[in-house]
């Protein structure tokens, strides 16, 4: 894949993403901190068709680029601090296991890591430990969100074909 | 796109994910936290320390505590012959007597309180306290003519220092008792003793006079929690308080009338006396009790304020920066609570029926 | 379903039953059931559960937080943007807390008594 192509479906995913971050964001679960990720599948989809550095950027730009069009600074701290978690594990294990690990199975992983990372900013910015006892319907709500994210990324990056 | 600022962009994020990582550290809490109980002093002892040290280490900290309090005991006791203030008290009148630093510091302290108090506080008091002591354990009430001998004998202005290590009472006969103040020095020298011994955080209970430092330590939370010290309430049994002050730093020392005292002949005389007029407090009040970030003062302004009654002291307290006071007094319908302004919001009550009034008195 | 998929399922799952094992760890303690609302780190309130008026009401400087406290506690009414604690529902048992994010606000119950004294001054 020739760089123009590579540099226009970054952009293409990045947009993506952030439109269907915007989407979600209209229609809350009914728990807080619950999210269906859809936009993750862009980064994921980035991860597996163009390599970790373009997965990163998907993801940092469109967790920047929300964020100036009218997210707040709080959710803005939370997203980064799943984000410094989830992609890091999720690069890691596509990585080292390139052919053992299926995608939704590293997908359900970066959703773990994302809501554990989110909660570790919420804990730093309230001052306590307590809000880690959201942790549990958070992460059955990951198990289930994360797998459907993991097979649609799948299902776009063998589309897209790169 | 390059691929060198792709590596920058996975870089920011690695370091992101350590910051949080630190994050995350942080809220696990290397402190061990160690407490221990014992009898100095005359009185039951309770230290907790907090450090981020091994328990081992703690313990060893606290074991020196404990015997800093037994060398001041040492020197401040007025049974014991040998002790310092009794070797001032033998020579009163008539010689200077060489004592330690600490014994220098409590006196010069006392002196200082016993100034502000213009002597409704005073170091010097021994005749006074010896008198009714022997007095009202036989049963019966000094005379006239025996108070104001010793009365006569109660002079803080007759007591002098030469820094760094002499004293002299220049009264014959007179005594100084350091009962308003020597357990004050005693939590104030503990605490600067923890401090030193990287002790972050501490409580320092000295029968019933607190002083704590670093507010107290939770397991797991970034932030300290203040420590909760109750105020005892003068009808219920020992432990039940009137009222809780929430304070991460300083000391709580209290004065009360219902603490110590002796019926005769129908009538209740407390521990506390009136030095000028040479009698056991009557008043109102029932307890005062101190919060300042000087336990040596807190101690002797709470016996001071005790003997002034609530009003002037109010008006005394205006003078002070950085203490405060809680004023527990008896009505006809029950106990009433005056407390400074600056306890506004960390002083609540404990009993329903207690109702808490703030007197701004800057 | 690759190799190694089963065994990265299984860590998840410690790590679920791990998150599960913190929620009575985080409401520890003897006594009687507390409702604990914290702002920016700094206790607001504290009182056990059973003493508390059924209304409580928060002002703080970035909004309104109003707690309901029959039959569990929730919060009823915020004037934060995205209403999340409210969406929080009820919670009935020690370690459960509500956060209002934009407030800084945390409710949480604990079984550590209000009453609990570190001293008493006398």
């Given at each position: 894949m020739n760089r123009t192509r590579r540099l226009v479906t970054a952009a293409l995913l990045t947009s993506s993403a952030l439109v269907a971050g915007l989407a979600e964001s209209r229609f809350p679960l009914p728990f807080p901190g619950m999210r269906l990720g859809i936009a993750n599948v862009f980064s994921l989809a980035a991860l597996v068709s163009l390599g970790p550095a373009e997965a990163a950027v998907v993801s940092l730009g469109r967790l920047v680029m929300a964020f100036s069009l009218g997210g707040n600074a709080i959710a803005f701290a939370c997203s980064a601090g799943g984000l410094a978690l989830s992609l890091p594990v999720m690069t890691a294990l596509y990585k080292i296991f390139p052919k053992s690990l299926s995608v939704p199975a590293i997908s359900v992983a970066g959703a773990y890591a994302f809501n554990i990372g989110q909660l570790a900013a919420i804990a730093a910015i309230m001052?306590?430990?307590?809000?880690?006892?959201?942790?549990p319907p958070l992460l059955l709500a990951a198990a289930a969100t994360g797998y459907a994210v993991g097979r649609t990324a799948e299902w776009i990056a063998d589309r897209v074909k790169l | 796109m390059k691929k060198s600022s792709l590596r920058h962009f996975f870089l920011i994020f690695c370091s992101l994910a350590g910051i949080v990582g630190i994050f995350s550290i942080r809220m696990i809490d290397p402190l061990k936290t160690v407490s221990r109980d014992g009898i100095s002093m005359d009185t039951v002892v309770r230290m907790t320390a907090s450090a981020a040290k091994t328990e081992s280490e703690l313990d060893e900290i606290l074991e020196g505590a404990f015997g800093l309090l037994e060398e001041m005991e040492k020197k401040f006791s007025?049974?014991?012959?040998?002790?310092e203030i009794s070797a001032v008290n033998a020579a009163s009148g008539a010689e200077w007597v060489k004592i330690s630093y600490d014994t220098y510091a409590v006196l010069a302290s006392s002196i200082n309180a016993a100034r502000l108090a213009d002597g409704a506080f005073d170091p010097t008091v021994g005749a006074v306290t010896l008198l009714w002591q022997k007095k009202l354990a036989e049963g019966k009430i000094p005379e006239d003519g025996e108070i104001s001998e010793a009365v006569r004998k109660t002079d803080f202005g007759k007591l002098s220092l030469s820094a760094p290590d002499g004293a002299f009472l220049d009264i014959s006969g007179g005594a100084i008792d350091l009962g308003g103040v020597a357990k004050g020095y005693a939590s104030a020298a503990v605490r600067d003793y923890l401090r030193k011994n990287d002790v972050t955080s501490a409580l320092i209970d000295l029968g019933g006079n607190v002083a704590v430092m670093g507010g107290r330590a939770e397991r797991g939370e970034a932030k300290r929690a203040p420590w909760r010290v109750g105020i005892q309430h003068p009808a219920k049994p020992r432990g039940a308080p009137i009222c809780v002050l929430e304070i991460s730093e300083g000391a709580v020392i209290t004065a009360g009338v219902y603490e110590r005292f002796r019926e005769v002949q129908g009538r209740r005389y407390t521990h506390i006396f009136d030095p000028r007029a040479g009698r056991p407090v009557d008043g109102e009040l029932e307890s005062v009790t101190v919060v300042s970030n000087d336990p040596t003062q807190a101690d002797a302004l709470s016996t001071a304020f005790m003997v002034m009654g609530r009003d002037a002291s109010l008006r005394l307290l205006s003078v002070i920066p950085g203490t405060d006071a809680v004023f527990v007094s008896r009505g006809a319908d029950g106990y009433s609570v005056t407390a400074t302004a600056g306890l506004e919001g960390t002083l609540k009550p404990s009993a329903d029926e207690v109702l808490v009034e703030f007197a701004d008195v800057r | 379903m690759k190799r190694y998929d089963p065994a990265l399922y299984a860590i998840l799952a410690l790590i679920f039953a791990l998150s599960c094992a913190y929620v009575p760890l985080a409401g520890r303690g003897g006594g009687e059931m507390t409702i604990e609302v914290v702002r920016d780190g700094k206790t607001e309130f504290r009182a056990p559960l059973g003493d508390v008026p059924e209304m409580l009401e928060f002002r703080g400087p970035e909004g309104y937080n109003a707690i309901s406290s029959v039959e569990g506690v929730r919060m009823v009414s915020a004037d934060c943007p995205g209403g999340d604690c409210i969406r929080a529902g009820t919670i009935k048992n020690a370690g459960e807390s509500i956060i209002c994010l934009p407030h800084r606000l945390t409710v949480k119950l604990t079984k550590e008594s209000a009453s609990e004294m570190d001293a008493v001054s006398y």
């Open positions: 001052r306590t430990h307590t809000v880690f006892a959201y942790l | 007025t049974h014991d012959p040998n002790s | -």
